[in-house]
């Protein structure tokens, strides 16, 4: 099976360019060449009539909050921010604030690190006509790696307000080691890779390709707070979590392979520390190190076993992680078809084709799905209210009314 065979199935609204993001992204002063030129993505919607100014509106509101926090201009950003909705807090001036007094400290303190990051808007989703996510990417100053966000821009009284600035959720590849005793120190190595330690932490590097995945070892949360009962019940024996992360790569080949080469890094960690369960947060899966180990010709078959789930919940079927192979979720609503099995399996074998290249799933069109022909739309903003599938968005299949 070809591991380049897919590309083109990811659906995608467009692009904004030209004279209008232009516009939009004027004051940005450090942008890259592509937001120069307006290589802004928008991305998969939610089916609402997506009009073109609620984003140039709110990337517009991003790039001034992005130069006023630049200035250290306090006055600029109090407007920009909305302190009061469900979610604030998080990533960026919100969780600064959290630890001040006031926007003027906040401001204050996130002003050094804003005069000396790059960043660049990449890409977009009109989530309603007053509700946008922006996807940025910053280079931290000395980072080793580039930070991936999602900042929720929310408009309110005619005005464009930051809501929430946080990872972006599909953005980046995250295992965890689940460890029965706290660890020494780590080893050297693991498979491949070797584990570099410094005065910014610990890093697993590859050997061959240099892809560098940050290591952090941290204390379990309270397993009181865990809502997954297997998750649960292994914290309750686990004494120390040693956590991984890696920054994917956005072109696609490299993003298999990289998939391959974290599995089997994550897995020879796990073995030299004695951990007894590896955990995938993004997929809430959590299985045995070993069991996340591939073999060096593993094709796209045995890589989506350890990287992509399905879940049944709440009337819906969905995978977790297509995200991962750069493609968006497949879901289907059991009052849609006969009854759930029938429902999973349209799910399962559209989501099979489509990670495979047989169908390009575009919302609004027909596809054939296992000898059914079924509707494509647009899926849920995210499994639950408030979550976000992220950059890659999902699909709903339903039967085809033709």
Known sequence: MSLERGVHATPRMGRVTGHDAAQCT??????????????????????????ADPLLEALGAVAELREALRRGDADAVRPKLDLHSWGAGRRGVLSTLAATRSVEEAVAKLAPFWRTAEYRMDAGRVVSPDEVEVYETIVAPGGETDLRTLTLMRRRGGHWRQVTSMDAPDEKLVAALLCPRAPVALPEAAGDARIETGGTGSLLRGSREGWVARVRDVAPPDPADVTDRRLREALGATARVISLALLPSRERAARIAQLRWFAGAVAALGEALGAAHAYLPWIERLMAPAALALPENADLDEIAARWVAVVAVDGWTGTRGMSHLMLPEVETRWIDWPDEEVATQIAVRAAEDLRDGECSLEPRTDVEVGGTRCRVDYGRRGAALGQTYGRYGAVRLAPSRV
Do not use: W
């Open 26 to 51: 004027q004051g940005m002063g450090r942008e890259d060449e592509r937001a120069r030129d307006g290589a802004i993505e928008t991305l998969l919607g939610t089916g609402l009539e997506e009009p």
